[in-house]
């Protein structure tokens, strides 16, 4: 049996027609305007969850950045206070060389004496650098510097213990260093050491004696800075596969989330052409009729 097809039903399909063609065209609109594929969950929920999880790991990432860019700058910071350390003990081991000859006054081997008494100061210094006020060479400690101003000095830190940054989920990096390994503590620090070469030369004794053992702390120092630059090295290498990794993740989210300005600019165009055809369509078919002029 036909069903009947009237005027009304016809008007109605013609408005259902419409009405889904301009809904579509508003949407592409908004798409155009924002250039996101997804504006709002409903949009559509299983790239709107991919989308929030792709921003939740990048997130993360950019933590992970922030982390290895402070761990540089621990690391540097003790790169250059072991540089410098260096320096001064290699002027300290010039300087007992200097004093040990026969041939020089009292006059002399005081003013040596003052030289590496400063430089003693200036080590101590050195080991006691910081950064955004935090020792580098004291551990997890927080205390105000890594070694006492006491004579000998002392290590305050918390030995055995460290300072770490995360840089991806699986890996962390340790940022500080050990000054009682490095620089040693009380009577057998390099602090004691060089306070031992000044008595020595106010005492008229040769200081020679000591030139072995400021070998072994210059050692200990290079050491710690070789040490250090390995960690700068691992740093490094966490960046450059962070960097991969958030490129990686923003372009799987912009495939998710984002849409191409030429492609929606091309809907668009297409999808108004389309709803100007159904209105054209609809009003030939429609025609008004004499019920129309008699409401």
Known sequence: ?????????????AQRNLQS?????????????????????????AGAAQAIAM??????????????SDGN????????????????????????????????????????????EGLGKDLLTQANT??????????SSDTVGAFTNTTPPSFVGTGGSSVERRVDPARTVRVDSDGGAIFGDGAGSVFALVSDVVADIR???????????????????????????????????????????????????????DTDLGKAVMDLKLQETNYQVALAVTAKVLQPTLMDFLR
Request: glycine fraction near 8%; charge should be positive; charged fraction near 20%.
């Open 130 to 139: 910081q950064y955004l006020g935090r020792n580098v060479f004291a551990g």
């Open 203 to 257: 005492s008229g004794a040769d200081p020679n004696g000591r030139l072995a053992a400021l070998g072994e702390r210059i050692k200990a120092v290079i050491d710690g800075r070789s040490d250090v630059g390995m960690r700068q090295t691992r740093l490094g290498q966490a960046q450059d596969s962070l960097e991969g990794m958030k490129a990686t993740l923003e372009t799987q989210r912009a495939r998710v989330e």
């Open 21 to 45: 063609a301009q809904s579509r065209l508003a949407e592409l609109q908004e798409r155009a305007m924002t250039l996101k594929n997804i504006s709002r969950p409903s949009d559509n929920p």
């Open 55 to 68: 921003r939740a790991q990048l997130s993360a990432a950019a933590q992970y950045g922030t982390n290895i």
């Open 73 to 116: 700058g621990w690391l540097a910071a003790a790169d250059t206070a072991l540089g410098q350390s260096t320096n001064i003990l290699n002027r300290v081991r010039d300087l007992v060389v200097q004093a040990s000859n026969g041939t020089l006054n009292s006059t002399a081997k005081e003013a040596i004496a003052v030289e590496i």
């Open 1 to 13: 049996m036909l069903n009947r097809v009237t005027n009304q039903m016809m008007s109605a399909s």
